[in-house]
Nanobody, 119 residues
């Protein structure tokens, strides 16, 4: 069982930055993939970034590539999503989630944190 706790959302103006954090419960995330997802009002949830915890191989969705940076601190069991040059379309609830490597579905989810970008 992996528990994920997120923080760092908020209200920011267009062009601003926010950093989200996702801390996993005690226990190694070795052999896990951690993904950042978001859900905008009236839209389906989409993945924005994902990485393998051990090798830190990172995937970015085209919509955020060059603006968002995923990182992690293995000693703190914490992942970060640095979001720069924010746009109104980045508004939504952001979730971190984890799945075992090789699995299709994310099974462990954080509670979500609201990000609002005002124009």
């Amino acid at each position: 069982q992996v528990q994920l706790v997120e923080s760092g959302g908020g209200l920011v103006q267009v062009g601003g930055s926010l950093r989200l954090s996702c801390t996993a419960s005690a226990g190694a995330l070795t052999n896990y993939v951690l993904g950042w997802h978001r859900q905008a009002p009236g839209k389906e949830r989409e993945i924005v970034a994902a990485f393998t915890w051990t090798e830190n191989k990172i995937y970015y969705a085209d919509a955020v590539k060059g603006r968002f940076i995923s990182s992690r601190d293995i000693y703190k069991n914490t992942a970060y999503l640095q979001m720069n040059s924010l746009k109104p379309e980045d508004t939504g609830v952001y979730y971190c989630a984890a799945k075992a490597r090789g699995s299709q579905d994310y099974v462990y989810w954080g509670q979500g944190t609201q990000v609002t970008v005002s124009s």
